[in-house]
């Protein structure tokens, strides 16, 4: 009996810890779509890695919004994202989206540059960020560099027999 009451009170203080996880990452999670404050901007990429729905999209580093959606175009074979951003943001209509990650192991996100237009993306859903850079494919990139190093044989060297 002292074993089951035991086994109890562990089992209930897991569930306390696991309920005070779970609003612990809803409310430091939480982003201005799920307060209803924030539009809805397009973008294309041709190189999505690493990205999924939910990524963070910075600005200056700081959190302003995620990824809503993602879809292939079968026409342009390029990406179209959904972003949502935090509807205090103002982003002038030459801002430049890129795919960046935390470090060499980090997460990726895709990180806003404003532009120094004066004109500013419309807050109605039918906005666009027209620039946009992909994401660098790491292991693709190291073969490249290891390709080029090995290009001259050790053994040519100029002269002929």
């Known amino acids: 009996m002292r074993e089951s009451v035991f086994e109890t009170l562990i089992g209930a203080l897991v569930l306390v810890a696991a309920a005070v996880f779970m609003w612990f990452a809803l409310d430091r999670g939480g982003d201005a779509a799920a307060s209803g404050a924030s539009y809805n901007v397009s973008a294309k990429f041709n190189n999505v890695s690493g990205i999924n729905r939910g990524s963070d999209v910075r600005l200056a580093g700081l959190k302003i919004g995620v990824v809503e959606d993602m879809?292939?175009?079968?026409?342009?074979?390029?990406?179209?994202?959904?972003?949502?951003?935090?509807?205090?943001?103002?982003?002038?209509?030459?801002?430049?989206?890129?795919?960046?990650?935390?470090?060499?192991?980090?997460?990726?996100?895709?990180?806003?540059?404003?532009?120094?237009?004066?004109?500013?993306?419309?807050?109605?859903?039918?906005?666009?960020?027209?620039?946009?850079?992909?994401?660098?494919?790491?292991?693709?990139?190291?073969?490249?560099?290891?390709?080029?190093?090995?290009?001259?044989?050790?053994?040519?060297?100029?002269?002929?027999?």
């Open 71 to 161: 879809e292939l175009n079968p026409q342009t074979y390029e990406a179209d994202i959904r972003l949502s951003i935090d509807g205090t943001i103002d982003l002038p209509d030459d801002s430049d989206a890129r795919i960046s990650t935390d470090g060499l192991l980090g997460g990726a996100y895709i990180a806003l540059e404003p532009g120094g237009g004066f004109d500013f993306i419309t807050k109605d859903g039918s906005g666009e960020i027209l620039y946009t850079r992909g994401s660098v494919d790491l292991l693709t990139l190291v073969g490249s560099f290891a390709s080029s190093l090995g290009g001259e044989s050790e053994t040519d060297d100029g002269i002929e027999p």
